[in-house]
């Protein structure tokens, strides 16, 4: 999750080096309410509040909607 603390530049290499270890990342962003989803070899996806997070191959089944994430 972002918080006000978080360097722009820092999160994207944060991003980076997980994607080059083979992790899929999530990034939330709380002030925009988007999912960033990450994996690697793959463009980015946003999802907003009216899309549902996959969990694609790595957590078969797992279905979770934006708006969830963002209570209020």
Known sequence: MLSPSDDPGDLRIKVTNYLA???VVWVVDPD???VEIHAPGKRADRLGMKETISGGDVLPGFAL???EVFPG
Request: proline share 0%; charged share 35%; aromatic share 0%.
């Open 65 to 67: 909607a934006v708006k």
């Open 32 to 34: 925009k309410k988007v």
């Open 21 to 23: 270890a083979g992790t």
